[in-house]
């Protein structure tokens, strides 16, 4: 039983490396696109309280939204593989795993289950690349910053 459940791990990660990195590299690429969209690149710290306030809702909503649509594309792949049977249950099983939140009573197919893991490690990575950018953007324009 061992060696047949190592095997039909090959294709979890299989699927499961290829679309964290993917997420990643897209993540990262989200980030510095939204960077420079809002202007926060250095020295361009912002003296006005409510510009200050309208940048860092606006990042975090840009934030956001990369992270639904790289749960989405896991919910996609969980679809794709038959590990789960709509997207409903697709997308709040993999708003789940890459929150590590996890109290949604649903589960992928016993045969994929590796690859719901493998989505809870991208999500750590993604929230911590995440983590950075708000810190420096929030850094980089925070109005009370002495020059």
Same mark, same amino acid.
């Given at each position: 039983?061992?060696?047949?459940?190592?095997?039909?791990?090959?294709?979890?990660?299989?699927? +499961? @490396?290829?679309? /964290?990195? =993917? *997420? &990643?590299?897209?993540?990262?690429? %989200?980030?510095? $696109?939204?960077?420079?969209? !809002?202007?926060?690149?250095?020295?361009?710290?912002?003296?006005?309280?409510?510009?200050?306030?309208?940048?860092? +809702? @606006?990042?975090? /909503?840009? =934030? *956001? &939204?990369?992270?639904?649509?790289? %749960?989405?594309? $896991?919910?996609?792949?969980? !679809?794709?593989?038959?590990?789960?049977?709509?997207?409903?249950?697709?997308?709040?099983?993999?708003?789940?795993?890459?929150?590590?939140?996890?109290?949604?009573?649903?589960?992928?197919?016993?045969?994929?289950?590796?690859?719901?893991?493998?989505?809870?490690?991208?999500?750590?990575?993604?929230?911590?690349?995440?983590?950075?950018?708000?810190?420096?953007?929030?850094?980089?324009?925070?109005?009370?910053?002495?020059?």
């Amino acid at each position: 039983m061992g060696k047949r459940l190592a095997s039909l791990w090959v294709s979890d990660w299989t699927w +499961g @490396l290829p679309l /964290l990195v =993917l *997420t &990643v590299v897209a993540h990262v690429t %989200a980030i510095v $696109w939204t960077a420079k969209l !809002l202007g926060l690149t250095r020295g361009s710290g912002v003296r006005d309280p409510l510009r200050f306030i309208v940048l860092v +809702g @606006l990042t975090a /909503l840009a =934030l *956001t &939204v990369y992270l639904a649509l790289e %749960a989405a594309a $896991w919910a996609v792949l969980y !679809l794709w593989l038959g590990a789960l049977p709509d997207m409903h249950s697709a997308m709040l099983y993999s708003l789940g795993a890459i929150t590590s939140y996890g109290h949604a009573d649903m589960y992928l197919d016993h045969r994929w289950q590796l690859l719901g893991a493998i989505e809870a490690v991208n999500g750590l990575i993604l929230f911590g690349l995440t983590t950075a950018f708000f810190y420096a953007a929030i850094h980089e324009v925070w109005p009370l910053r002495r020059d």
